[in-house]
């Protein structure tokens, strides 16, 4: 049974940190992109980046490039997305979601994670 599970989330202050891990298991991913959403409330689902297994080639929305950072652990199965300077706009709950390549639309993934909530104090 694939299962992608989500964990680090939590509250910070704006300006600071937090790194989200996405660990994945029941299956071989190395021929997919793990890719990152966030959902706020009242908001749409809204890509957030992703990266190939293989390459670990990535690619991110415009409005976190240059503060979050996504990496991945092949030995562990483990994909990271590590968020600095934080802003309250940036709270949601983020998904880890896979799919054969790294999209921006939700409906283009095969398998979901639960998400993590992520708050982000003014």
């Known amino acids: 049974q694939v299962q992608l599970v989500e964990s680090g989330g939590g509250l910070v202050q704006a300006g600071g940190s937090l790194r989200l891990s996405c660990a994945a298991s029941g299956r071989s991913f190395s021929n997919y992109a793990m890719n990152w959403f966030r959902q706020a409330p009242g908001k749409e689902r809204e890509f957030v980046g992703g990266i190939y297994w293989s390459s670990g080639s990535t690619s991110y929305a415009d409005s976190v490039k240059g503060r979050f950072t996504i990496s991945r652990d092949n030995a562990n199965n483990t994909v990271y997305l590590q968020m600095n300077s934080l802003k309250p706009g940036d709270t949601a709950v983020y998904y880890c979601?896979?799919?054969?390549?790294?999209?921006?639309?939700?409906?283009?993934?095969?398998?979901w994670g639960k998400g993590t909530l992520v708050t982000v104090s003014s």
């Open positions: 979601a896979a799919a054969g390549v790294i999209v921006s639309v939700p409906g283009g993934m095969r398998f």
